[in-house]
């Protein structure tokens, strides 16, 4: 019976394909181990996955509550109890570590196991760059959202995922994933002195009430977080596009926050 549940979480996994083609073979690996120690152990087996390189094992320390919990090459295990004790099905949760960025995370957990079992960290020994994270909650998987930054001469999102700006900036989508918990990242290499960053949100496809999905963007200015957004879900104005900010070379960030 256990075989038979973690074959079919692996072949729902697997057929949950985005439209830029990303495989989703390490997702439903990871998903179907998750669901079989939970099942097995009365564990949940959590992996954090470094955004600059998935295949550079994270390390680092999980804080819950007055309890830590040590990540080794990117996994964690937390027992079924640390969470069942707590009075929310949502728990926050603290990742730190010395070369990655620390960020606060929410754990969502029904009777103690995790339903939401891969984070994302930022690298923070890459120099001289500017990282944009838009995630959102997609555990109804019918929600798909994409991130675009435009300048005076470039426009990249999911159909052009590359472009050089003035003074040979480079700025490209390098994280492109639409699952239960669904992300992107653009990179700006270098950015010019010469140009301003205008950034915005898109539903390419998904319900009226999108903007209840916990849709958030991080901004890391040299590995540093810098900024985090959080679209207000009771912005009563209708549209499908949230402009959130500008940015030019320097680092100044005019903050917009608009949807129409």
């Known amino acids: 019976m256990k075989l038979t549940i973690l074959f079919l979480t692996l072949l729902i996994a697997l057929s949950a394909q985005d439209k830029k083609g990303i495989s989703d073979f390490d997702k439903a690996r990871m998903q179907a181990k998750n669901r079989l120690s939970q099942m097995t152990n009365n564990e949940s087996i959590l992996q954090f996955i470094n955004l600059n390189d998935v295949n550079d094992p ?6 819950i509550g007055d309890e830590s919990f040590e990540i080794k090459e990117g996994t964690v295990t937390i027992k079924k109890e640390v969470l069942a004790k707590q ?21 969502y957990h029904v009777f103690g196991l995790v339903d939401r079992p891969v984070y994302y960290v930022i690298d923070k020994r890459y ?21 675009h930054l435009e300048g005076n001469d470039f426009h990249v999102y999911y159909r052009n995922k590359k472009s050089y700006g003035v003074q040979g900036a480079k700025v490209w989508l390098n994280r492109d994933v639409v699952r239960s918990n669904s992300y992107e990242m653009i990179t700006i290499d270098k950015p010019s002195q010469q140009e301003v ?6 539903k390419y496809r998904g319900p009226a009430d999108w903007k209840r999905r916990a849709v958030q963007v991080e901004i890391y200015l040299n590995g540093q977080l810098e900024r985090s957004l959080l679209l207000n879900e009771n912005n009563g104005a209708s549209g499908e596009n949230w402009i959130v900010f500008s940015l030019n070379s320097t680092g ?3 903050i917009i926050d608009r949807v129409e």
């Open 58 to 63: 994270v390390h680092g320390t999980l804080r």
């Open 252 to 254: 100044g960030l005019d």
């Open 87 to 107: 009075l929310s099905n949502s728990v926050d949760a603290y990742f730190e570590s010395k070369d990655y960025v620390d960020k606060k995370i929410r754990l």
């Open 127 to 147: 120099p001289q760059k500017v990282q944009i994270v838009l995630n959102w909650d997609n555990r109804l998987h019918n929600l798909d959202l994409d991130s």
């Open 197 to 202: 960053y205008r950034y915005h949100v898109n």
